[in-house]
């Protein structure tokens, strides 16, 4: 991945989101979620060599569960994050947040095997 690449973008997307903005206000919010989605997509793309990396760490160290729950936890991440961030953009402070909210909650949810392994073990060493 390019950072580089982003930057253009958004420079380049700025300018035409500038001139949407004056010319045709009422279909600005849906080019800013589609500059930003694009944006999303070619970052998350980019990622896939790093959880490649990770997910053969993961089966050669037997914790193949664990690293599905954390990609899983990453995903919900980085679409809320995304989403939450466009909902910002678009002036809707108040739907972002319930968002953000929305992936704690997953997250959690996300955990409660990680948390029930940990109790789990925690009672074997106590026996």
């Known amino acids: 991945m390019n950072p580089l690449y982003i930057c253009a973008f958004a420079v380049i997307s700025l300018g035409a989101l500038s001139v949407?903005?004056?010319s045709r206000p009422e279909i600005y919010s849906l080019a800013v979620a589609a500059a930003g989605i694009a944006a999303a997509v070619y970052i998350v793309g980019?990622?896939?060599p790093f959880i490649e990396t990770v997910r053969g760490y993961a089966?050669?160290?037997n914790a193949d569960g664990i690293f599905e729950i954390m990609l899983k936890a990453l995903a919900v991440a980085l679409c809320c994050r995304?989403?939450?961030d466009i909902c910002r953009d678009c002036g809707e402070n108040t739907l972002a947040e319930k968002v953000?909210?929305?992936g704690r909650?997953?997250?959690v949810l996300l955990g409660l095997p990680?948390?029930?392994q940990l109790l789990d073990a925690a009672k074997d060493m106590m026996q």
């Open 105 to 107: 909650a997953g997250m």
């Open 20 to 22: 949407i903005k004056h």
């Open 82 to 84: 995304f989403g939450a």
């Open 114 to 116: 990680i948390i029930k």
């Open 59 to 61: 089966s050669a160290a």
């Open 46 to 48: 980019a990622l896939v």
């Open 100 to 102: 953000e909210l929305a």
